[in-house]
C-alpha cells in the first residue's frame, strides 16, 4: 500500500513538472525572451522551488528554516501565476509590465537560490562541527594557611549558690476549749405522802384572860 502511493505521488509529480515547464517555456517566449533559452525559465521557477522545499526538510529544527518556507511560497505563487498567465495570453505577446515581471524572475531566484544555499552549508557545519572541549582553568597557587589566632579564655562566671529558703514558721495548733457541762438546777419535786392528810380545826384563843 505505502510503495502504492509512492508510485502515484512521484508520476502525479513528473506529469504536473512536464506541464508547467510546457506552459513556462512559452510564457517566456511571449515575454520575449529568445526560444533557445525559454527552457531555462521552468527550470529556474521550478528548481527553486525544489531547493526550498528540501531546505524546508533538512532544516526541520533550525532558525534557517524560516527563510526557505518564504522561498518556498513565493516560488509556489509565481509558478502558478505563470501558468494563468499563460491561458490568459492565449498566444499573444504580454504587455510591457508582465514582460519586465518575467525577466526579472531569473536573477531574483539566483540571490534566493545563492543564499539558500549558502545557509545549508552552514547548518551542515554547524552539525558536524565537535563540541567544544571543557576549558580546565588552572588551579591557582595555594597560598600558606596562616596560623589561625588562638582563641582569647572565656571568663566563665562562678556559678552562684542557690539561696537557701528561709523557714516557713509552722503555725501553732488552736486548743479548742473542751465544752463543760452545764449545771443542772435542782428540780423540786414534791413527794406526795402517802398518809391522808388531816384537816387543821381553827383554834380559839381567849382574849383577855
Do not use: C, Y
Not at 518556507?69 to 501558468?83: F, R, W, Y
Not at 580546565?136 to 589566632?149: L, N, V, W
Amino acid at each position: 500500500m505505502r510503495w502504492s502511493a509512492v508510485v502515484i505521488i512521484i508520476a502525479v509529480g513528473a506529469a504536473a513538472f512536464r506541464l508547467s515547464f510546457a506552459t513556462l517555456k512559452d510564457l517566456a517566449v511571449l515575454a520575449h525572451i529568445p526560444a533557445s533559452d525559454a527552457w531555462l525559465f521552468p527550470l529556474i521557477v521550478d528548481g527553486t522551488i525544489l531547493l526550498a522545499t528540501f531546505g524546508v526538510l533538512v532544516l526541520a529544527n533550525a532558525p534557517e528554516r524560516r527563510f526557505f518556507v518564504t522561498v518556498l511560497v513565493i516560488g509556489s505563487v509565481v509558478s502558478v501565476a505563470g501558468n494563468s498567465l499563460h491561458a490568459v495570453a492565449a498566444g499573444r505577446e504580454l504587455p510591457w509590465w508582465a514582460s519586465a515581471l518575467v525577466a526579472a524572475i531569473a536573477p531574483i531566484s539566483l540571490l534566493a537560490d545563492t543564499h539558500g544555499l549558502a545557509l545549508l552549508i552552514r547548518a551542515a557545519q554547524r552539525e558536524s562541527a565537535p563540541d567544544p572541549a571543557p576549558v580546565i582553568e588552572p588551579a591557582a597557587e595555594q597560598a600558606p594557611a596562616e596560623p589561625e589566632p588562638e582563641p582569647e579564655p572565656v571568663s566563665v562566671p562562678e556559678p552562684k549558690p542557690d539561696p537557701v529558703p528561709e523557714p516557713v514558721p509552722v503555725p501553732e495548733p488552736v486548743r479548742v476549749a473542751e465544752p463543760r457541762p452545764a449545771p443542772v438546777a435542782p428540780v423540786n419535786i414534791p413527794v406526795r405522802s402517802s398518809r391522808p392528810q388531816q384537816t387543821m380545826l381553827p383554834i380559839a384563843v381567849p382574849v383577855g384572860g
